[in-house]
């Protein structure tokens, strides 16, 4: 038996109508300013992760405390075990259970379930699919929540959204500068995917800098060339780091993997090894308009950001964490309808 339709997921920000994601910035915006009363007493979030995590995990668990409810966290490595994705396929494999059985099961404890995948990390055009994720969507019979896939991160880009809007005001027409930055353990294009076109919406204009070889995935950025048109807004794409950063109001640096090289660590590593001076300094920060920083986190210090930018009075990096907690519980509320 297949989901409700009823039911809201949120896979990607795009699931979010504008009126959804507008409900949802103003009431993370609200809840930051009054404390809320509890409204998820007696209910329970499932936290399942397949790979590590410091702050979703956290916030997360903390905005279901501190709305009255109770989350479970379950994390592959030590509480359960391999799950299978595809449809139909016979489990003679590694995964004892199917996420159909495990989801179904689960919406039969829990009122929403967060999820973050693992990443196969052989093939993109594989993990682009975000079957693991989808799965979850399709079978569970409660909200599903991505707390990061292969290609998107809705939760960071929902925070990201309110610490421009608390740093900037109105986001229409300011510019955002997406900047790639060199890390030995880069991670997926997710947080950046879904921060462009979080940020389009928004109003904004969009320039991504990267070396080469670095570019993103080509389906989402055909999304977000299309909504960059439909706006009226810029969106550019450069290997030229002083350009991008030129009157930009907010640079966000991140590293992630080229999409060229995955699967493949040597190639991966050698193509890393050319980028070492992809960095966001001070000099950067200075071509902007009294620019904003801005980084997800983990941040590998004094390698991608010098300490000075990182502690600067121009760094949003800890509001950004900060807001993980206010918008997952402005989410959690419009989800469970709280
Ligand atoms: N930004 C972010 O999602 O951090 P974690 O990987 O620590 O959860």
Redesign the pocket.
Known sequence: MSAPNSIQHLVSLQDFSDAALSEVLNLSSNIKRVSVAPSLTGRCAGLLFFRG?????SSFEAAVHQLGGHSINLNAATDFWELEARTGSIMDGRAPEHIKDAAAVLSRYMDVLAIRPALAGTSWTEDRRDEDIRAWSEYARVPVINM?SALW?PL?ALADLMTMRESLGNLESKQLTVCWTHSPTSASPAVVHSLILAALRQGMNVRVSHPAGYELDEEVMSVASDLAVSKGRELETTQDRKQAAEGAHVIYARSWSSISDYGNPTLAASRRSRTVDWTVDEELLSLGSQTRFMH???VRRNLEVPDSVLDGDRSLIYEQAENRLHSQKALLMHLLGS
Do not use: G
């Not at 995590?53 to 995990?57: G, K, N, P, Q």
């Open positions: 995590s410091l702050r979703t995990r990061e991160h960071q997800a986190m983990p």
